[in-house]
């Protein structure tokens, strides 16, 4: 089982940044892969960027490329610190944004598809005012 706690999140103006934090904590070899996902009222949670825990891979989102950055510090095998850093934030990205891992075997890295993910967290909220 792995426990995922997020922080960060906040209100800002467009243009803006935040950086949001999820600690990831679990039995050793619990989980290798961590991602952040949101969803705004109305619509489906989708991802925004997820990461192999060691660094060596990840993945941004089309609509978060060169916004976002996501990074990784994994000090042991059972904790797990995941980064979100998002400058130049839209009104659109407005949403909660909930941090997930799990534990896959795609060498070295990790799916895209939030339903792959069986731990999350509970959730931060990001507001970004036009």
């Known amino acids: 089982r792995v426990q995922l706690v997020e922080s960060g999140g906040g209100s800002v103006q467009a243009g803006g940044s935040l950086k949001l934090s999820c600690a990831a904590l679990?039995?050793?070899?619990?989980?290798?892969?961590v991602g952040w996902f949101r969803q705004a009222p109305g619509k489906e949670r989708e991802g925004v960027a997820i990461?192999?825990?060691?660094?060596?891979?990840?993945?941004?989102?089309e609509y978060v490329k060169g916004r976002f950055s996501i990074s990784s510090i994994a000090p042991d095998n059972a904790k797990t610190t995941v980064y979100l850093q998002m400058n130049g934030l839209k009104p659109e990205d407005s949403a909660m944004y909930y941090c997930?891992?799990?534990?896959?075997?795609?060498?070295?890295?990790?799916?895209?598809?939030?339903?792959?993910?069986?731990?999350w967290g509970q959730g931060t909220q990001v507001t970004v005012s036009s």
């Open positions: 997930a891992a799990g534990l896959f075997s795609y060498g070295g890295t990790c799916p895209d598809g939030l339903s792959e993910y069986n731990y």
């Open positions: 990461i192999y825990r060691d660094g060596g891979w990840s993945y941004y989102a």
């Open positions: 679990g039995d050793a070899y619990s989980h290798n892969c």
